[in-house]
């Protein structure tokens, strides 16, 4: 991404859509219209839509789940199908509907990304697309299965270079090792939280020194009401200054990505917040 680009929704007839700009302030974003789809057949047709380096779309799935198309492959992060607040609300297995259909996604060389084993970011029916798509590649932050041909990034500060991508980790502990991913592929750097927690500084520097700057940041919307969990994710805004920032964290609670926004906007914090209100909803990035 060069330093002039900007941030577009753009209307596609397949899935929730949201229309804003780019701005030098944190700000919300709520949709001016949504186009529902029951069919996955546009889905599969965005999916192989040529895209340019710097650009992806990013579908929120649910809780702390995304997947992003780049120009070459399809990163799915932390996906679940359910949480505690969130539950099953639509039986389509589709993208359209923040689910992933393994036939729907079968052609694209997809990578599945997953911080950690708490029930919230790591369901095993990941496991189950094994052999439904043409290139499945998992990435765990821990040794979470004996099979050889998962890449297990225990760390600390795991790297690795995988298909033209670059990945890095860094770790904490919570009860079950954790890690936050660095990816660089396609022109674009992406941050995931997972649910890393840490006061130390000194690994955002360390992210800050592989990137010449973060695209795009998918980050635990925790309000003020949560002090310490929040003043971090702030601390992490102001080093790595994302130019986007996905929040998560808050499934079945979507209206708490839209006060996050707020507070960051309050705080004057340099990021455009983009604020997913239901599984399925679709984020044009360029
Ligand atoms: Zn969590």
């Not at 259909?101 to 094994?130: A, G, K, M, T």
């Not at 499945?136 to 990034?153: E, M, N, P, R, V």
Request: charged share 20%.
């Amino acid at each position: 991404m060069i330093a002039t680009s900007r941030f577009f929704w753009t209307a596609v007839a397949a899935a929730s859509l949201v229309v804003c700009q780019h701005s030098d302030a944190a700000q919300t974003a709520k949709s001016e219209h949504s186009i529902d789809s029951s069919s996955s057949g546009p889905i599969r047709s965005l999916l192989q839509k040529p895209l340019q380096g710097g650009e992806a779309y990013v579908w929120y799935l649910v809780h702390c789940g995304y997947a992003i198309k780049t120009q070459t492959k399809l990163l799915i992060f932390d996906y679940v199908r359910t949480t505690r607040d969130s539950h099953e609300r639509s039986p389509e297995q589709s993208l359209a509907a923040g689910r992933i259909d393994p036939s729907e996604i079968r052609d694209l060389d997809v990578y599945v990304f997953v911080s950690h084993s708490h029930e919230d970011h790591y369901d095993p029916v990941i496991l189950d697309w094994q052999g439904q798509i043409r290139n499945l590649k998992y990435i765990f932050g821990w040794q979470a299965t004996d099979d050889s041909s998962h890449i297990h990034l225990v760390g600390p500060r795991g790297s690795l270079k995988l298909d033209g991508m670059e990945i890095y980790t860094i770790n904490c502990w919570s009860g079950v090792p954790e890690v936050a991913y660095l990816i660089k592929t396609d022109d674009l750097t992406i941050f995931f939280q997972g649910d890393y927690k840490s006061d130390s500084l000194t690994d955002i520097e360390y992210l800050r020194d592989k990137c010449a700057a973060v695209d795009m940041a998918f980050l635990g919307a925790h309000t003020q009401k949560w002090g310490d969990a929040s003043a971090r994710i702030i601390r992490i805004m102001q080093m790595l200054r994302p130019r986007m920032v996905f929040p998560m964290h808050y499934g079945g609670k979507e209206e708490t990505y839209t006060l996050f926004a707020e507070e960051c906007a309050q705080l004057g914090l340099p990021a455009v917040i983009k604020c997913p209100e239901k599984s399925g909803d679709l984020f044009h990035f360029r």
